[in-house]
Nanobody
Framework: QGRLVESGGGLVQPGGSLRLSCTAT????????MAWFRQVPGKEREGVAC???????????VSADSAKGRFSIYRANAGYALNLQMNGLKPEDTAMYFC??????????????????WGQGTQVTVSS
């Protein structure tokens, strides 16, 4: 049974940066589309970014409008970790961030129901 574990959350001032990391046991990242989602209590879960393997052209990423230009999703540690580099953080980025995995397919979408595996989340708080 696959298991995802997130780390790297914390408290940061507006304009600051954080790097979230997701590692897995029981899952081969290369066989999965991977994504980051976030959720604030009382609000719907929101997709942040996802990445998928294209084959000859390597990994591709898809980002939500709220993340474009500020956040980068990428695989690290020879593909055994999924990172989310977040720069220029804003108070509205405050949320619990979750890593998710779905079986490989062409492309990826930020639709939570497509993802089979979820981590427990890591809290990101942006505040002065």
């Amino acid at each position: 049974q696959g298991r995802l574990v997130e780390s790297g959350g914390g408290l940061v001032q507006p304009g600051g940066s954080l790097r979230l990391s997701c590692t897995a046991t029981g899952l081969n990242f290369d066989e999965y589309r991977m994504a980051w989602f976030r959720q604030v209590p009382g609000k719907e879960r929101e997709g942040v970014a996802c990445t998928y393997w294209t084959g000859a052209n390597g990994y591709r990423a898809v980002s939500a409008d709220s993340a474009k230009g500020r956040f980068s999703i990428y695989r690290a540690n020879a593909g055994y970790a999924l990172n989310l580099q977040m720069n220029g953080l804003k108070p509205e980025d405050t949320a619990m961030y979750f890593c998710a995995a779905a079986p490989a397919a062409v492309g990826c979408q930020l639709i939570g129901d497509e993802y089979s595996y979820w981590g427990q989340g890591t809290q990101v708080t942006v505040s002065s």
